[in-house]
């Protein structure tokens, strides 16, 4: 009898064992989906680019401030994207689906009160980069409290939040917005751009005041500044704080120093992981420096007081917004008379102006340049790629009409990926009586994707490759190899540390019956598993055989 008991008790623990361990393979392709366990590559990240007005509404209580309710021209206008807008969608899981594993969000700081109108109609702030002060944010984005909670959010759901910041110059001077007193900033001349010092010594358009980044001249807070803060009952918080970055960094009051004080304060007090730099090579070379110092200790200083909240060992990202900077430039902008290497200056990527134009070509050829280029001239570096953004009036595909084309190439091309909004709903960019970047900008297409059947049928497929990339860093990060030119299939390998990744990948493929060769990347009798058809399949003699209706195959090891 006891010999009995014995064996039910043990048959019971084996039996509970095996369930647990039912239970925790399925916590583990979760967890793979949410890209928790897979080591995480700021060089291979897909990155969701959304205008923080124009992507998801949280908050209505907050779409009017400072009377901005004067009429502007189309689409110029606040429309009630915040934050919570942002953080609701994160919870939702919209993200985690589209294999997203980072956020730039357009700046949120306090943008001006009034509307200029510069040839193109009434203009509000509503893109975020008409700075007014760069210590609050701008309530029509929503408050602190919100930026937290977003962030908070982000990470438990394994996403990154890059936060867009602009130190070249200030918002307009309206009626309701004076100039920064001058020591600060240059109202002229315009810049021409035809060499290194009419493009940083300048503004960049008319009445859009310039901060003088170049400047060692120590400055006096503006007047202003300083009666905005006594009325909002923080002055003598914000000079303490301000007397104690002075003495830790060493730097000399000036214009350049007090805004990256204020930038970096949000990545101390709420664990912003990544900037993306507005209009880099408008500004002295070495205000990006500091920048990226500053930047790298007030992160290092989150994660101290932090501990239970840090995602991993990661350091500080910086990506740059150098104008018209192309991969094929290697590690340079060239400015006519002067080069820059702007990665000595702190950047980890820079964006990439130069897959609009390659998109044309075939998958192998881009593939092929990008995985030469990065692993020579920009080794240990890297480039941020897109297809559609929100100040380029000459993106690919305008007309959407290759929006499962253009997710292939943007998702599956060597380098970070940048998915605009609204790209993998095929958001309309040609809205009518818009001026300018205008049509870029418009409300995300959520009436679509909720009730048409082909906007569905996009979204899925930037979602299956989306999460293939975010589950496999080798995509984005690692190299690439073809395998087959017809049918059109490659390998791409990835190692760091003790991990390991290799996926093969097939595009333009017969529908039907189609026969991949796997050969030299999985072994005969390996069990693999194509993750846009959910297929579990098999290797038989270096090759994979299924049947679908399907042109592309993303092949991985079975988990």
């Known amino acids: ?190 810049c021409t751009y035809s060499d290194y010092e009419s493009t940083t010594s300048c503004t960049l358009v008319a009445n859009l005041p310039d901060i003088k980044t170049e400047s060692d001249t120590v400055v006096e807070l503006p007047e202003a500044l300083i009666a905005k803060w006594k009325t909002e009952d923080r002055l003598e918080t914000e000079l303490e704080e301000l007397n104690l970055f002075f003495k830790n960094s060493g730097y000399a009051k000036t214009s350049r120093a007090y805004i990256i004080k204020w930038l970096t304060d949000y990545i101390q007090e709420l664990g912003i992981d990544g900037f993306r730099v507005d209009t880099v090579k408008h500004a002295d070379e070495k205000s990006w420096s500091e920048l990226y110092t500053q930047a790298s200790i007030a992160f290092s200083n989150w994660k101290k007081n932090n501990p239970n909240d840090v995602l991993d060992n990661q350091d500080f990202y910086m990506m740059g917004e150098v104008y018209n900077y192309g991969i094929s430039g290697g590690r340079n902008f060239d400015f006519g008379d002067k080069k820059v290497d702007y990665y000595d200056y702190g950047f980890n990527s820079l964006i990439n102006f130069e897959l609009k134009y390659d998109a044309v070509k075939d998958y192998e050829t881009i593939f092929k340049k990008y995985d030469s280029l990065l692993n020579s001239a920009l080794k240990g570096k890297s480039i941020v790629n897109y297809l559609t953004s929100h100040d380029d009036g000459s993106p690919f595909d305008k007309q959407r009409t290759k929006p499962y084309y253009s997710a292939n190439v943007l998702l599956l091309t060597p380098g970070v990926s940048q998915v605009y909004y609204g790209d993998e709903s095929a958001r309309n960019l040609i809205i009518e009586g818009t001026e300018g970047d205008a049509t870029l900008r418009s409300f995300m297409n959520w009436n679509d994707i909720n009730s048409l059947p082909e906007t569905r049928k996009i979204l899925t497929h930037w979602q299956k490759v989306g999460q293939f990339r975010a589950n496999h860093p080798a995509v984005g990060a690692g190299r690439h190899e073809i395998l087959s030119e017809s049918p059109y299939v490659f390998q791409r390998t990835y190692s760091t540390n003790n991990f390991k990744d290799k996926v093969v990948i097939g595009l333009n493929l017969p529908k039907g019956k189609k026969t991949l060769s796997v050969k030299g990347v999985f072994e005969d009798g390996a069990k693999v598993f194509d993750a846009y058809s959910k297929t579990p399949l098999e290797v038989v003699n270096g090759e994979v055989v299924l049947e679908n209706d399907f042109d592309i195959v993303l092949i991985e090891i079975q988990s």
């Open 1 to 190: 009898m006891k010999k009995l008991l014995l064996f039910l008790i043990v048959s019971l623990f084996i039996s509970s064992c095996k369930q647990n361990k039912k239970d925790t393979d399925l916590d583990s392709v979760t967890s793979e989906k949410l890209d928790l366990k897979k080591p995480f590559a700021w060089e291979g990240a897909n990155i969701y680019f959304l205008l923080t007005d124009r992507f998801n509404n949280g908050d209505t209580s907050n779409d009017i401030n400072f009377n901005r309710t004067e009429e502007t021209a189309t689409l110029r206008g606040f429309m009630g994207g915040d934050i919570k807008g942002i953080t609701a969608k994160i919870n939702e899981g919209y993200f985690t689906d589209l294999g997203i594993n980072a956020i730039w969000f357009t700046p949120v700081v306090e943008q001006i009160h009034g509307a200029t109108n510069e040839g193109t109609g009434n203009t509000y702030g509503y893109h975020g980069y008409w700075t007014k002060d760069w210590t609050a944010l701008d309530p029509n984005f929503g408050t602190k409290q919100d930026l937290e909670e977003m962030v908070k959010t982000a990470h438990k759901n394994g996403i990154r939040i890059v936060m867009d910041v602009v130190l070249n110059h200030t918002g307009p001077v309206t009626a309701q917005d004076a100039v920064w007193p001058q020591e600060w900033v240059r109202t002229e001349p315009a």
